[in-house]
């Protein structure tokens, strides 16, 4: 029999991009780990990713109407209330349809109203922010509630303790070392060269899929071999020769917990979610932070620079020469990557989804 100080049901709030939905499904399973039977359903849009990946998991999705919340005077703020009110409603009824005892949110468009549902109704919200430079959802949201965690420690919100970020238990269990073998099978590599994995996430980085371009050969000539995720539907072909460590190009990677395992340094943006994998695993990067937005992920790779765990380049400087200059003798010093490796571990957080699942407990506990 499940406690009375247990919850039954929670609201997850969050989407949009997979930011936002990796830790909701991390949280969602870790629940569901602890509580056998609770049932979890997921807030979100129906133009994001999670109106996807939610019920993919096995989860209930209700939907809000999209409401960004404008940064600065313009036709938007005059329609704002107006779309506010209708997804606060939406908001609300899925609370009570799904019998919520606790909502929680992760940012983004979805969570504002949720808050504000949520509060209306006297239903304790917990909130977890992934960016160290918090968004505007949250930093109203943590005014509303002692139940704040975030990714880093850097990250200034009211009430807020660092937790990590949770990830999906393929990563937070993963050992690289035991699954190596397997990795370089799958993916067609050797175990002779050291790795290096480049990836932009599912959507791809064109900076990085034009520099490596570039130096397809040199790599290979200098006895390091490429696991190029480049994206879906990303033309690229790399122009390799047939003697030298193998270039191995994939559109997707479906098990990232494999390319990981066949690594020894990775070059990619630095979204949260990213930085958190990587230390979590102990892989060593070079971290190249998207050049728009708000600044967000060059702070998400600072602390694990700081620590030695990574390098932080920026986008225009990413180049092919940059590659030939830097990267090549980077990744075939093997005493600097395993000191690099070491760093990033050490900030890493593999149980942020049960930490995370403590605080929906407490929460849950505090309506008693």
């Known amino acids: 029999m499940i406690p009375l100080s247990s919850p039954t049901s929670v609201l997850l709030a969050g989407g949009g991009s997979a930011g ?40 209930e999705v209700m939907f809000v109407t999209k409401v960004p919340l404008p940064r600065r005077t313009s036709l938007d703020l005059l329609r704002l209330p107006g779309r506010l009110k209708a997804a606060v409603e939406a908001a609300g009824r899925a609370i009570e349809e799904s019998g919520a005892e606790v909502v929680v949110g992760f940012g983004g468009y979805v969570s504002t109203p949720a808050y504000i549902a949520a509060r209306r109704r006297k239903v304790p919200i917990v909130i977890h922010e992934q960016n160290a430079k918090p968004g505007l959802a949250n930093r109203l949201g943590a005014r509303w509630t002692p139940y704040v965690a975030t990714s880093f420690a850097s990250t200034t919100l009211p009430h807020a303790t660092p937790l990590g970020m949770p990830l999906r238990r393929e990563i937070a269990t993963l050992d690289r070392e035991a699954m190596r073998a397997e990795a370089l099978e799958r993916f067609g590599l050797d175990g002779q060269w050291p790795t290096v994995l480049v990836t932009g996430g599912s959507l791809g980085a064109k900076r990085l899929n034009d520099a490596f371009a570039a130096r397809s050969q040199t790599l290979s000539a200098a006895g390091v071999q490429v696991l190029h995720v480049t994206g879906v539907d990303k033309d690229f072909v790399p122009d390799v020769p047939a003697i030298g460590a193998p270039y191995v190009v994939i559109p ?49 790779a600072t602390e694990v620079v700081a620590a030695g765990g990574g390098v932080l380049v920026d986008d225009i400087d990413m180049t092919a020469e940059w590659i030939e200059r830097e990267l090549v003798p980077l990744v075939t010093d093997g005493l600097r990557l395993r000191q690099m490796a070491d760093a990033a571990k050490s900030l890493g957080e593999a149980s942020a989804d049960e930490r995370l699942a403590d605080l929906v407990d407490t929460a849950c506990r505090s309506r008693q």
């Open 252 to 300: 997707y990677a479906d098990r990232m917990e494999l390319a990981y395992s066949a690594a020894d340094l990775v070059v990619a943006r630095s979204g949260a979610n990213t930085v958190c994998e990587l230390t979590a695993v102990g892989l060593p990067a070079v971290y190249v932070p998207l050049p728009i937005g708000n600044g967000e992920q060059r702070l998400n």
């Open 20 to 59: 936002h939905v990796s830790p909701l499904l991390a949280l969602a399973d870790a629940l569901v780990r602890r509580h056998p039977g609770i049932r979890i359903t997921a807030l979100g849009t129906k133009v994001g990713l999670e109106a996807r990946l939610v019920p993919a998991r096995g989860f």
